[in-house]
């Protein structure tokens, strides 16, 4: 049975029906009976857990074979890396109790980088939190995802403005979320190696002012990128709900993408490219919204 951790995100639960459509038995892990009953519509089995409760992850897991995991990230975190290690050791001793054979987990470009990334980090340290477990360890490293834009959606279409941490014209590698969940419900099926990395992106890079032009398509009217000052990016974040740690981490991110250390290893990894544009994907989320 396919196991699959943050089944009501915008990735798990897309790796879910991408499974299920597959033919797939699928148990769908969230954290309220609300969500569980979403999934259950699906033709998914469901496990009620959150990943700081041991016992109750071990429960999740049984009769599983292939596990997806991903860590959680709400910005919130008191400590944001001393609560990503919990959870990963909890991951770990939940595997081992229940004889998972085989992780795909949801990592991110840059986590070959060991310090100095902010969130990032929480990708490495995922990389390296299942070594010696003597089971099959795939790793997918997504692209930025163009989900990320939608949260100026609405400001867009009022002012015309799309904030952006990047300079305008700098090109980020993009993909759409939905790629990547079709990518790794296709890994969860396949034979990889154990330690196989994937460096997974869209089918090019965008810059903020691109994205804007992007948003200027869909909407109708002229939005304009706006990068938001150094000076102000901790009273933004702190603004938006995020805790001192957690700003300290996003900032460290933001910092190593501007500094161009958030991109592909190309060393000793798979490169691989899907094909949905940000014209599309912001289209059809326009749309939905």
Same mark, same amino acid.
């Given at each position: 049975?396919?196991?699959?951790?943050?089944? &009501?995100?915008?990735? =798990?639960?897309?790796?879910? /029906?991408?499974? @299920?459509?597959?033919?797939?038995?699928?148990? $769908? *892990?969230? +954290?309220?009976?609300?969500?569980?009953?979403?999934?259950?519509?699906?033709?998914?089995?469901?496990?009620?857990?959150?990943?700081?409760?041991?016992?109750?992850?071990?429960?999740?897991?049984?009769?599983?074979?292939?596990?997806?995991?991903?860590?959680?990230?709400?910005?919130?975190?008191?400590?944001?890396?001393?609560?990503?290690?919990?959870?990963?050791?909890?991951?770990?001793?939940?595997?081992?109790?229940?004889?998972?054979?085989?992780?795909?987990?949801?990592?991110?470009?840059?986590?070959?980088? &060991?310090?100095?990334? =902010?969130?990032?980090?929480? /990708?490495?340290? @995922?990389?390296?939190?299942?070594?010696?477990? $003597? *089971?099959? +360890?795939?790793?997918?490293?997504?692209?930025?995802?163009?989900?990320?834009?939608?949260?100026?959606?609405?400001?867009?279409?009022?002012?015309?403005?799309?904030?952006?941490?990047?300079?305008?014209?700098?090109?980020?590698?993009?993909?759409?979320?939905?790629?990547?969940?079709?990518?790794?419900?296709?890994?969860?099926?396949?034979?990889?190696?154990?330690?196989?990395?994937?460096?997974?992106?869209?089918?090019?890079?965008?810059?903020?002012?691109?994205?804007?032009?992007?948003?200027?398509?869909?909407?109708?009217?002229?939005?304009?990128?706006?990068?938001?000052?150094?000076?102000?990016?901790?009273?933004?974040?702190?603004?938006?709900?995020?805790?001192?740690?957690?700003?300290?981490?996003?900032?460290?991110?933001?910092?190593?993408?501007?500094?161009?250390?958030?991109?592909?290893?190309?060393?000793?990894?798979?490169?691989?490219?899907?094909?949905?544009?940000?014209?599309?994907?912001?289209?059809?989320?326009?749309?939905?919204?």
């Amino acid at each position: 049975m396919n196991i699959v951790l943050g089944a &009501s995100g915008q990735v =798990g639960s897309a790796i879910v /029906s991408n499974l @299920l459509h597959k033919g797939q038995t699928v148990k $769908g *892990i969230v +954290r309220n009976e609300e969500k569980a009953a979403i999934l259950k519509s699906k033709g998914a089995d469901t496990a009620i857990a959150d990943a700081h409760n041991l016992p109750a992850l071990k429960a999740a897991f049984r009769n599983g074979s292939t596990l997806f995991a991903l860590t959680p990230e709400t910005g919130k975190e008191k400590d944001v890396l001393g609560e990503t290690n919990d959870i990963l050791v909890n991951y770990r001793v939940a595997a081992e109790a229940t004889g998972i054979q085989k992780i795909v987990a949801l990592s991110s470009m840059g986590a070959q980088h &060991s310090e100095g990334t =902010g969130n990032l980090l929480m /990708s490495h340290m @995922l990389e390296h939190a299942f070594n010696g477990m $003597g *089971i099959t +360890r795939v790793f997918v490293r997504p692209a930025y995802y163009y989900s990320n834009w939608m949260n100026y959606l609405d400001l867009a279409k009022e002012q015309g403005i799309l904030p952006t941490f990047f300079p305008v014209d700098m090109k980020v590698m993009m993909i759409s979320p939905e790629d990547v969940a079709a990518f790794v419900a296709e890994t969860m099926l396949g034979n990889d190696e154990d330690g196989t990395i994937y460096e997974l992106a869209g089918p090019t890079s965008y810059s903020s002012a691109e994205v804007a032009a992007v948003f200027s398509n869909v909407l109708g009217k002229e939005v304009k990128a706006q990068q938001i000052p150094r000076e102000q990016w901790d009273a933004t974040l702190a603004g938006i709900g995020f805790s001192p740690d957690g700003v300290k981490n996003f900032i460290e991110m933001t910092l190593a993408v501007i500094d161009g250390r958030s991109g592909p290893e190309g060393h000793g990894t798979i490169s691989a490219q899907k094909n949905t544009t940000l014209q599309d994907y912001v289209q059809k989320a326009a749309k939905a919204a």
